[in-house]
């Protein structure tokens, strides 16, 4: 009955470098989300998973991002090259569908600190 | 596209009631109120529908306001287990339950 769960929970890189965060959603849930929480902000929307495919990338901020997900369950978010404005804490978030009627079960984070 | 809450902040001492605000530019047929604690995933409070349904926890009450885009969440004898912040979400163009969510409104129940 686990929930979802990301990992690392924290991350420390130097500028330029390459990080790589797992998501692992509830079992059976087919929709995942990326959101992003800057210190003060409110979730801002990265991408979503449908299964595996990604039908919208739009909130990705640059082509530094990038997520893929496998088996319609394990979800990476990959950025590359990174900077400081990409410090922040990236949640992931599953639900049962994409339908508008559920829920978003949200993970723990992953707080980025880019030096 | 952001939703605005207000207030940001609000204390109130255990057992006072509050209501926090959320309204939008842009139509809106559903709206998601979570609340995060400090270093703690955001937890799923409500969704209210366009069209009067509502999905939540029993001890929270929420309203929403389709033609003035606005939907309010009320807090009624508050508890110590209250405090933390809570974000309304708003649905982005596209399908998908993708969110965008406000600054937050912060809340602190003290005895």
């Known amino acids: 009955g686990a929930g979802v769960s990301q990992s690392p929970s924290n991350k420390v890189t130097e500028k330029g470098k390459d990080v790589e965060l797992r998501c692992d959603p509830i079992?059976?849930?087919?929709?995942l989300y990326w959101y992003r929480q800057s210190l003060g902000q409110g979730l801002e929307f990265l991408i979503y998973?449908?299964?595996?495919?990604?039908?919208?990338k739009s909130g990705l901020p640059s082509d530094r991002f990038s997520a893929e997900r496998t088996g319609g369950s394990v979800s990476t978010l990959t950025i590359q090259r990174t900077q400081q404005e990409d410090s922040a804490v990236y949640l992931c978030?599953?639900?049962?569908?994409?339908?508008?009627?559920?829920?978003?079960?949200f993970g723990p984070g992953t707080r980025l600190t880019v030096l | 596209q952001q939703p605005v809450q207000s207030p940001q902040a609000v204390i109130l001492r255990e057992g006072e009631d509050a209501v926090i605000n959320c309204s939008s530019s842009?139509?809106?047929?559903?709206v998601h109120w979570y609340r995060q604690k400090h270093g703690e995933a955001p937890v799923f409070l409500m969704i209210?529908?366009?069209?009067?349904e509502q999905k939540g926890h029993e001890k929270i009450s929420a309203s929403f306001n389709e033609k003035k885009q606005q939907s309010s969440l009320y807090l009624t004898a508050s508890q110590l287990s209250y405090s933390g912040t809570y974000f309304c979400?708003?649905?982005?163009?596209?399908?998908?339950?993708?969110?965008?969510f406000g600054t937050g409104t912060q809340l602190k129940v003290e005895l």
């Open positions: 079992s059976g849930h087919t929709a």
């Open positions: 842009k139509a809106l047929y559903s």
């Open positions: 979400g708003t649905p982005l163009p596209g399908g998908g339950n993708k969110l965008t």
């Open positions: 209210l529908l366009k069209g009067g």
């Open positions: 998973f449908q299964g595996n495919s990604a039908p919208d």
């Open positions: 978030a599953s639900s049962a569908t994409s339908g508008v009627y559920n829920e978003q079960f």
